[in-house]
C-alpha cells in the first residue's frame, strides 16, 4: 500500500485548506484511514481517523474545524481544515490500517501499518 498526500501549504490564520491522500490498493474501502500531524520538537499526535464504516474520530484540537471525508471510488481521503491557527503549524500525515475491517479505535499512530510522506501545512499569524 502507497499513500500520496497532497494539499498542503502557507495560509494565514482563519483560513482553510484541504488535504487529498491517495492510495495504491484495491481494498481501500475496507480499511480504517486517518491524518496524524508532528510540529516542530513535538511528537507525531492523533488529527483524525475514519472507518471503513464510516464513523470519524477528532482529537479535541480540531474538533468543529476540521472534517475527514473518503471517496473510495477514487481511493482518496481528505481533510478539509477550517479557521485554522498557528498552532496548526505541522507536517501532516496520512495513514492506513493493515488490517481490513479493522474494529480497533484508530486513534493511535500504532495502529496503522502505512503512512504517507507527508504534507506540510504552515498557518502565519
Known amino acids: 500500500v502507497q499513500l500520496q498526500a497532497s494539499g498542503g501549504g502557507l495560509v494565514q490564520t482563519g483560513g482553510c485548506l484541504r488535504l487529498?491522500?491517495?492510495?495504491?490498493?484495491?481494498?481501500?474501502?475496507?480499511?480504517?484511514l486517518a491524518w496524524f500531524r508532528q510540529a516542530p520538537g513535538r511528537e507525531r499526535e492523533f488529527v483524525t481517523s475514519i472507518r471503513w464504516s464510516g464513523p470519524t474520530r477528532y482529537s479535541d484540537s480540531v474538533k468543529g474545524r476540521f472534517m475527514i471525508s473518503r471517496d473510495n471510488a477514487k481511493n482518496t481521503v481528505y481533510l478539509l481544515m477550517n479557521n485554522l491557527r498557528p498552532e496548526d503549524t505541522a507536517v501532516y500525515y496520512c495513514?492506513?490500517?493493515?488490517?481490513?475491517?479493522?474494529?480497533?479505535?484508530?486513534?493511535?499512530?500504532?495502529?496503522?501499518?502505512?503512512w504517507g510522506q507527508g504534507t506540510q501545512v504552515t498557518v502565519s499569524s
Open positions: 487529498s491522500c491517495t492510495a495504491s490498493v484495491r481494498t481501500f474501502s475496507s480499511r480504517t
Open positions: 495513514a492506513a490500517v493493515g488490517d481490513l475491517y479493522y474494529q480497533g479505535s484508530g486513534s493511535s499512530s500504532s495502529e496503522y501499518d502505512y
